[in-house]
């Protein structure tokens, strides 16, 4: 499945933010990423019809099964760059903010192979 960047980086910090605090609503995604709470509603209505999250009565935003594949494998793929980069000597504030760039457009099988020759180093 392809999706943009953009939806990625949604997806990834709605997941961020409920693995943190345990509820997530627009206006918490609009304050992680600066972002209008408008732009946050017209992309969550965008998810809602595209089956990616749910919100309910209360306005508490969570990640369906779709929205939460698509989130667990970016919050991984960032995670584990973030690693490789720090092993490799980038610093650590430079290896979050590449790995933030680079997950979005690495292969999975670049990806896995990463994964793989880094495990045990």
Do not use: W
């Not at 929205?67 to 995670?79: C, D, F, K, V, Y």
């Amino acid at each position: 499945m392809v999706i943009q960047e953009a939806a990625e980086m949604y997806l990834e910090t709605i997941l961020r933010l409920k693995n943190k605090t345990g509820v997530v609503r627009a206006v918490d995604i609009a304050r992680e990423m600066g972002y209008s709470k408008p732009t946050i509603s017209e992309q969550m209505k965008k998810f809602r019809e595209n089956g990616y999250v749910e919100v309910n009565n209360e306005g508490h935003i969570s990640l369906t099964l779709k929205g939460m594949e698509i989130a667990e494998s970016t919050l991984e793929r960032h995670n584990v760059l973030g690693v490789i980069l720090q092993k490799i000597g980038v610093s650590k504030d430079t290896a979050i903010e590449d790995a933030c760039r680079i997950e979005h457009y690495i292969s999975e099988e670049t990806f896995q192979c990463l994964k793989d020759y880094f495990r045990d180093k």
